[in-house]
C-alpha cells in the first residue's frame, strides 16, 4: 500500500504542475485569426503593428516563450516579433526570433553580471518604441533575480550582499522584493517607464501569496514606484549599518522618488497562480478516487512549523476516518500551497537543503513519533528547484523512515542545521524533476489510509 499511496502522491504532484505549464497557459491567452491577434482579451490588427517587442523574465520564461511563439504562428513571428527574456541557463534553447538570455546559473538565485547584460538590452529594445509598436512583457517566479539593474551608485556586487543576507535571516518576498525594488531601475515600473510611446501587455505567472502585482518578479510593469524609505525600514528592520556597504545606506538615504508619469497604456493579467495547480491536483486526486479532506492556499510561516502542522492534520484525518469528510471508506487527500520561510541555524558544518525538504523532514519527524503508516507525505517547487540543490523538494512515508532507521540516521539532527537534503539522498526520498518552466510557489499533496 505503501508504495501505491507514494505513486499516487507524487501523480497528484504532478498533475498540479502540468496545469500551470507555462507554454499551455500561454497559448490559452494568444489566439491569431487571420490579420487579429488577441492576447488576454485586448485585439491588436496586425495591419497596424509596426513591430512585437518580447522582454521579462523568470523561470517559467523559457516555456511561455516558446508558447507565445506557437500561438503566433511563423509568419507573424518572423515579420513583427523582436525580444530577449533572461531566464535560467538551464532553461536555454533556441527559439525562432526570441532571445532566452541565461540570467543566472541553474540552482543559484541571485542576480548575476549576465542578468544585468539581458536587462540592459531589454530597456535598449523598449527605449526604442513607437506609437505602433507592442511590449508583451512576459514574467514568472525569480523574476526579481533574473532582472537586476542596480541603480546608479550600487553595484551588483551591493544588491547581491543585500539579498543574501536579507534571505539568510528569514525576510519575506514582498520585504525582500521591497529593497530590491529601491535599488533598481526596472522593478516597480521601472521597465514601463522606459518605455517612450506605444502599448504594453504582461502576461503574468504569480508565484506570490495572493497575486500582488507589484511583488511578482518584483512588478516592473506596476507602476508603483518604491519609496526609498520603506527600503530603509526593511534594511533596518534585519540588518545593522555595519553589516551591509555603506553605499546601500547611502544611496537610498539620497535617492527620491521617481515620477509616476508613463507615456504607455499598460495592462497587466496574471494567467496562473498556486490555486490553478491545487485545483488540478484536486482533480487528479478526485479522479483516482480520494476523498479531499482539505485544500489550503497561500500558506505562509516558517518551513518546518508548516510541515509540522500538516502532521497533525494528517494524524488528526487518519484518525477521524473518511467518513468524517466524505460519508465514504476513501482514503483521504490533503492540499496546501505557498511558500514558507527556513530561517538558517548558525552552524560551521556543512549543510544542504530547501524549504521543501526542510518541512518535509518535520512532518516526518513528527508522523515516526506515532506511525507513518497509511501515510504519505510531498512537498515541491513547482519550478523544480528547492534551495541550492538539484531537488524540487522531498516525499516521506513508512518506507523513507524505515531506512533512516535501519541507517541510524536521526531527523532532528538533519534539521537542527537545516540539512535535509543528504537525510533523503540517503533514504531514497529525494523529489527531483529537473526544470519545469513555470513557477507557481509550492504545492503538497499529503494522503492518509483511515485506521
Known amino acids: 500500500m505503501t508504495t501505491a499511496l507514494r505513486e499516487d502522491a507524487l501523480a497528484i504532484w504532478t498533475a498540479a504542475v502540468r496545469a500551470v505549464d507555462s507554454e499551455r497557459l500561454v497559448r490559452g491567452v494568444v489566439q491569431r485569426s487571420n490579420a487579429r491577434l488577441t492576447i488576454a482579451g485586448h485585439h491588436i490588427d496586425l495591419d497596424r503593428l509596426r513591430r512585437l517587442l518580447v522582454v521579462g523574465g523568470g523561470k517559467a520564461g523559457a516555456g511561455m516563450a516558446a508558447g507565445l511563439e506557437a500561438a503566433l504562428g511563423g509568419d ?4 513583427f516579433v523582436e525580444g530577449l527574456l533572461n531566464v535560467p541557463a538551464d532553461c536555454v534553447r533556441p527559439l525562432q526570433k526570441i532571445v532566452l538570455h541565461p540570467g543566472r546559473p541553474a540552482g543559484v538565485n541571485e542576480p548575476t553580471e549576465a542578468g544585468v547584460a539581458g536587462v540592459e538590452r531589454m530597456l ?29 551608485g550600487i553595484t551588483l556586487a551591493d544588491k547581491q550582499a543585500v539579498t543574501r543576507w536579507l534571505m539568510h535571516r528569514g525576510a519575506t518576498i514582498e520585504e525582500l522584493n521591497t529593497v530590491r525594488g529601491g535599488l533598481s ?5 521601472g521597465l514601463v517607464r522606459a518605455m517612450p510611446a506605444g502599448r504594453c501587455i504582461a502576461l503574468i505567472i504569480s508565484d506570490v501569496i495572493g497575486d500582488p502585482l507589484s511583488v511578482i518578479a518584483s512588478g516592473p510593469t506596476i507602476n508603483e514606484p518604491v519609496d526609498p524609505q520603506s527600503a530603509l525600514a526593511v534594511l533596518r528592520r534585519f540588518a545593522n549599518r555595519s553589516d551591509l556597504p555603506d553605499r546601500v545606506w547611502n544611496t537610498l538615504e539620497r535617492l527620491k522618488p521617481p515620477g509616476t508619469a508613463l507615456r504607455v497604456d499598460v495592462e497587466n493579467h496574471i494567467i496562473g497562480n498556486n490555486r490553478t495547480a491545487l485545483d488540478a491536483a484536486a482533480a487528479e486526486a478526485t479522479r483516482r478516487g480520494y476523498a479531499i479532506a482539505g485544500i489550503e492556499t497561500d500558506r505562509r510561516g516558517e518551513a518546518r512549523d508548516v510541515g509540522v502542522a500538516l502532521a497533525e492534520r494528517c494524524l488528526a484525518a487518519k484518525q477521524a ?14 492540499l496546501s500551497g505557498g511558500e514558507p520561510v527556513v530561517h538558517l541555524a548558525d552552524t560551521d558544518r556543512p549543510r544542504r537543503g530547501g524549504r521543501n525538504q526542510e518541512l518535509v523532514l518535520a512532518a516526518l519527524n513528527r508522523l515516526r513519533r506515532d506511525s507513518l503508516d497509511g501515510m504519505v507525505l510531498v512537498s515541491g517547487g513547482t519550478d523544480g528547484e528547492d534551495g541550492p540543490t538539484d531537488a524540487a523538494g522531498a516525499v516521506c512515508d513508512a518506507d523513507v523512515d524505515r531506512r533512516a532507521r535501519a541507517l ?4 532532528e539532527e538533519f534539521l537542527a542545521i537545516n540539512n535535509a537534503y543528504p537525510f533523503f539522498e540517503a533514504t531514497g526520498g529525494l523529489l527531483k524533476t529537473g526544470p519545469t518552466h513555470t513557477n507557481v510557489m509550492d ?9
Open 76 to 79: 507573424v513571428v518572423a515579420r
Open 124 to 152: 535598449e529594445l523598449v527605449s526604442t518604441m513607437t506609437g505602433d509598436d507592442l511590449c508583451l512583457v512576459l514574467l514568472s517566479g525569480g523574476g526579481s533575480a533574473l532582472l537586476p539593474a542596480p541603480v546608479d
Open 185 to 189: 531601475r526596472v522593478k516597480r515600473g
Open 321 to 334: 476516518g473518511s467518513g468524517a469528510f466524505s460519508g465514504s471508506d476513501r482514503c483521504l487527500c490533503i
Open 408 to 411: 541510524h540516521l536521526d531527523p
Open 443 to 451: 504545492v503538497r499533496v499529503a494522503l492518509v489510509r483511515p485506521r
